[in-house]
């Protein structure tokens, strides 16, 4: 499984991008099978979620620090998901990784980056003040 992350840059605090995720079609491989997490790394900092969304997209699960702001979305019929940043702040500042995971059933997504089996080549966000 390969997945792309794509849609970063640099952006001024209050600005908005769209973070993009493609997931590649091959053989056995079925996306709507997958839970979707967005993580995020900053500058010598651990990596940790920013969002994630089940397999049918009704539940979705937000950090603290980007709730209200952060939208996360995905499209099984095109294997691909989406993260929309809305006022965008200094701290948001970080790599973003989109991720699968196997698992995760029930009425809550794996938050922890360990949960999680195949992993985008991060796309840099920066934010300036």
């Known amino acids: 499984v390969q997945l792309q992350a794509s849609g970063g840059g640099s952006v001024q605090a209050g600005g908005s991008l769209r973070l993009s995720c493609a997931a590649s079609d091959s053989i056995g491989f079925i996306f709507s099978s997958y839970v979707i997490g967005w993580f995020r790394q900053a500058s010598g900092k651990e990596r940790e979620i920013a969002a994630a969304?089940?397999?049918?997209?009704?539940?979705?699960h937000y950090a603290n620090s980007v709730k209200g702001r952060f939208t996360v979305s995905r499209d099984n019929a095109k294997n691909a998901a989406s993260l929309e940043m809305n006022s965008l702040k200094p701290g948001d500042t970080a790599v973003y990784f989109c991720?699968?995971?196997?698992?995760?059933?029930?009425?809550?997504?794996?938050?922890?980056?360990?949960?999680?089996?195949?992993w985008g080549q991060g796309t840099l966000v920066t934010v300036s003040s």
């Open positions: 969304i089940s397999r049918s997209g009704g539940i979705t």
């Open positions: 991720a699968l995971a196997r698992s995760g059933y029930g009425l809550s997504v794996p938050v922890k980056a360990d949960d999680y089996d195949y």
